[in-house]
């Protein structure tokens, strides 16, 4: 086994050219795992007890408003892809490389592994201090390679505005979660099923 050599290890901007699946994955664990990190942190001195976020009080409301709303982002997100072209919805082939070969396990694992850091941190911790609107472009603004089209923009922006509204009105973040979690694992098979033209 290889020892790893702290010395040579460095921190830069990486291009899509810079990048291979491997250290895109590692990348995305490493950003997820700090998101939980501050979320904890956040929630800590909002002196907010981590269940109070995640109460059960009513299984069909929090599956209805997850799934429900999870359904109407997708089916959104399919009639915004028909009427715009490609290039407006690019990422610079981040999706791509991260989902085209992974296993259906992997997809849903990432997918419920990002949903849940993500919610914890912008609903559960940013949304308690700031709302919800400014919740959403903090959410939107951390999303970058979306930000070159106002059209990718504006749906990141509308999406985590309606987590926060279902978080709102159902008291649960499993709600937001759930919703969550739907889209990416969609949108992960999607690109990992798809075939090419």
Known sequence: MKKLKIRKIRIRPATIEDLDERLLLINLLFTQVLTLIVAFIITLFQKNQLWTLFPVKSVPTILLWGFGFGIAVLIADLIISRFVPPDVADDGGINNMLF??????QIAALSLFVAFCEEMLFRGAIQQAIGAYWTSVLFAAIHVRYLQSWVMTG??????????WIYNYTGTLW???????????????IIRYRKDE
């Not at 085209?100 to 396990?105: A, D, I």
């Not at 979660?177 to 889209?183: D, G, K, N, R, S």
């Open 155 to 164: 749906l990141v922006f509308s999406i985590s505005y309606g987590f926060g």
């Open 175 to 189: 709600t937001p979660v759930i919703a969550h979690f739907l889209i990416d694992f969609v949108m992960g098979c």
């Open 100 to 105: 085209r070969n992974r296993p259906l396990w």
